[in-house]
């Protein structure tokens, strides 16, 4: 998997260059404590630590599906229809379903892969 198309989105991050859990949360049509159990970690801890390494790093995901679709959709309402549309890749589920289920890696590697031309 080629992760050199991971750009920094300015809509996600604070003004100091880190991801914002809020932002991401917002951009997703999630809420935080939602996010929180997506990333494994409780939502406290989450807003007590979302500067730290281990939780930038699990907001990545996020940030490279949203990288990806807003190339390919063109807008953050593009990658929010995307997000809401079932999609038969995932017995049709919506993405946003997928990621509720823990599953953003997964969501953002095959966005990549399918952004590239090998989407299995």
């Known amino acids: 998997m080629d992760q050199?198309?991971?750009?920094?989105?300015?809509?996600?991050?604070t003004n100091d260059g880190k991801l914002d859990p809020q932002l991401v949360a917002e951009m997703f049509?999630?809420?935080?404590?939602?996010?929180?159990?997506?990333?494994?970690?409780?939502?406290?801890a989450?807003?007590?630590?979302?500067?730290s390494a281990?939780?930038?790093s699990r907001l990545q995901d996020f940030e490279r599906i949203a990288n990806n679709l807003l190339v390919v959709t063109g807008?953050?309402?593009g990658l929010?229809?995307?997000?809401h549309s079932p999609n038969e890749r995932f017995d049709d589920h919506t993405p946003l379903e997928v990621l509720k289920l823990g599953?953003?890696?997964l969501l953002a590697?095959?966005?990549d892969d399918a952004r590239l031309g090998s989407p299995d």
Request: aromatic share 4%; hydrophobic share 35%.
């Open 46 to 51: 989450l807003s007590q630590n979302q500067e």
């Open 4 to 13: 050199t198309s991971h750009q920094p989105l300015e809509q996600l991050r």
């Open 75 to 77: 807008s953050i309402d």
């Open 109 to 111: 590697d095959w966005v």
């Open 54 to 56: 281990d939780v930038q």
């Open 29 to 44: 049509d999630l809420e935080v404590d939602e996010l929180a159990g997506n990333l494994g970690i409780a939502e406290q």
């Open 103 to 105: 599953k953003a890696k």
């Open 80 to 83: 929010k229809s995307w997000l």
